[in-house]
Structures are given as C-alpha cells and as structure tokens.
Nanobody, 112 residues
Framework: QLQASGGGLVQAGGSLRLSCAAS?????????MSWYRQAPGKQRELVAT??????ITYAESVKGRFTISRNTNNTMTLQMNSLKPEDTAVYYC????????WGQGTQVTVSS
C-alpha cells in the first residue's frame, strides 16, 4: 500500500517535497518506483522513475528541477524546486513489482 503526501499551494519559483510511504513491503524490493502527475483535462504523465539498480529517469520538463529518491525509512520522495504553474497537477506514486501499485494522489498547485 502506498500513501502519498506533501502536496499544497506554492508560488512559482517555490519548492515542495512529496513523500510516498510504503507499507506491506520494502520499496527496495520493487522493480521500479515512479511519480506520475495528471493535470486537469490532460493524460497522466510520467514525471520520474527510480529503478532497483538506481537508474533514474526524468521527464524533460522537470529535469534539473526535480529529484527522486528512495529512503531507508521505506519512503520515496520527490523534491520539486523552481516550480512553475505548469507543474500544477495531482501527483501519484507508483510501485512496480510485476504488477503496479498506485497511491492516492496529492494535489500540487503552483500560482503565478
């Protein structure tokens, strides 16, 4: 089970840190863990992924601004800096271990 938190309202240029807490299993046993986001009227898009062997990929739109990490307290975080209004979306965490497990979304709103 995944529980996402940390969303909120922030001004453009600000920062937020999202957290995804896992229960019922270790995040380090997952093949991949990812953050997705979905803006109103748009499809869900992949933001960042970290694999079991620590390979990290980011969407072009967030490279250099967002950082994904897995932590020893069985959480995954997404540090988001230099936020832009176009980052406004509901953010979801996802873990994959043969099948996908989704957390509930957390709203991120960036005002201009």
């Amino acid at each position: 089970q995944l529980q996402a938190s940390g969303g909120g309202l922030v001004q453009a240029g600000g920062s937020l840190r999202l957290s995804c807490a896992a229960s019922g299993g270790s995040i380090f046993s997952m093949k991949t863990m990812s953050w997705y986001r979905q803006a109103p009227g748009k499809q869900r898009e992949l933001v960042a992924t970290i694999s079991a062997n620590r390979i990290i990929t980011y969407a072009e739109s967030v490279k250099g601004r967002f950082t994904i990490s897995r932590n020893t307290n069985n959480t995954m975080t997404l540090q988001m800096n230099s936020l832009k209004p176009e980052d406004t979306a509901v953010y979801y965490c996802m873990a994959n271990k043969g099948r996908s497990y989704w957390g509930q979304g957390t709203q991120v709103t960036v005002s201009s």
